[in-house]
C-alpha cells in the first residue's frame, strides 16, 4: 500500500514570495491534516479536512494559509505572502476516518530568507 | 491549556537496558493516546495507539506503552533498547471532537 506523498520535499523561498504544497493521501483516507512542525516543536495541526470539507482550521494564519481539498483526495496548502517565521517543515497526514490512526507523509521543508 | 506533556527534552539510555519515554495528558473525556517516532529527514511514523481496554498496549518494534488514568500518564516503554531506537519520539492524544494534540518530542540517545 503507497503512503502519503507529498511534494516538493523541499523549497526555499524570499519573503513576501508565495509558495504551494502538494499532498496525495492513501488511498480511500477520508481524512486528511496538515501539520506545521518548527525546529525543536511537535507538530501543529493547521487544518483538518473531512472528505471536501474543513473539520477544523481554527490554527490556520488564514490572512496568509489557504488549503483546499477539492475532490477529497488530493490537497494544496497555500502561503501568500510567506514571512520569516514560516520556515519549517510541512506535516500532511490522513486516516481513514475522524480520530482514526494517522499516517504521515515524509514532509516539506520550507526555508524563508 | 497544554493538552499533552513530554516533560522530557532528552533521554539517554544504554543498549540492552530498559528505556522510558514519559507523557502525561490532559483533556477532557476519554482519550485516545498514541506515541510516534520521528527519524532524521523523515515523517512521523506509527508505533502504538491506546483507546480502550487493556492498559499495556503492544506496538511496532517491541515498543510497549502503558496507560494510567489515575495519573493521567501513557509512558513509552521498551525492555531493552538498540541504537537504532535513537530518534524523536512524539505523544499525541485525540480529545472530544477528534482535536489532536502532539507533545513537543523527547529525543532518545541509545550509546552502545
Known amino acids: 500500500e503507497a503512503g502519503v506523498a507529498q511534494s516538493p520535499r523541499y523549497k526555499i523561498i524570499e519573503k513576501r514570495q508565495s509558495v504551494a504544497f502538494w499532498c496525495n493521501p492513501i488511498?480511500?483516507?477520508?481524512?486528511l491534516y496538515w501539520y506545521q512542525q518548527i525546529l525543536g516543536q511537535g507538530p501543529k495541526l493547521l487544518i483538518q479536512?473531512?472528505?471536501?470539507?474543513?473539520?477544523?482550521d481554527s490554527q490556520l494564519p488564514k490572512d496568509r494559509f489557504s488549503a483546499e481539498r477539492l475532490k477529497g483526495v488530493d490537497s494544496t496548502l497555500k502561503i501568500q505572502p510567506a514571512k520569516l517565521e514560516d520556515s519549517a517543515v510541512y506535516l500532511c497526514?490522513?486516516?481513514?476516518?475522524?480520530?482514526?490512526?494517522?499516517?504521515f507523509g515524509p514532509g516539506t521543508r520550507l526555508l524563508v530568507l | 491549556a497544554q493538552s499533552v506533556a513530554q516533560p522530557e527534552d532528552q533521554v539517554n539510555v544504554a543498549e540492552g537496558n530498559p528505556l522510558t519515554v514519559k507523557c502525561t495528558y490532559s483533556?477532557?473525556?476519554?482519550?485516545?493516546l498514541f506515541w510516534y517516532v520521528q527519524y532524521p529527514n523523515r515523517g512521523l511514523q506509527f508505533l502504538l495507539k491506546?483507546?480502550?481496554?487493556?492498559?499495556l498496549v503492544k506496538g511496532s518494534y517491541g515498543f510497549e506503552a502503558e496507560f494510567n488514568k489515575s495519573q493521567t500518564s501513557f509512558h513509552l516503554k521498551k525492555p531493552s533498547a538498540l541504537v537504532s531506537d535513537s530518534a524523536l519520539y512524539f505523544c499525541?492524544?485525540?480529545?472530544?471532537?477528534?482535536?489532536?494534540?502532539f507533545g513537543s518530542g523527547t529525543k532518545l540517545n541509545v550509546k552502545p
Open positions: 483533556v477532557s473525556g476519554n482519550p485516545y
Open positions: 499525541a492524544v485525540r480529545e472530544n471532537f477528534n482535536k489532536f494534540y
Open positions: 479536512f473531512q472528505n471536501n470539507g474543513v473539520v477544523d
Open positions: 491506546y483507546i480502550t481496554g487493556d492498559n
Open positions: 488511498s480511500g483516507h477520508a481524512t
Open positions: 497526514a490522513s486516516s481513514l476516518d475522524q480520530g482514526g490512526t494517522q499516517y
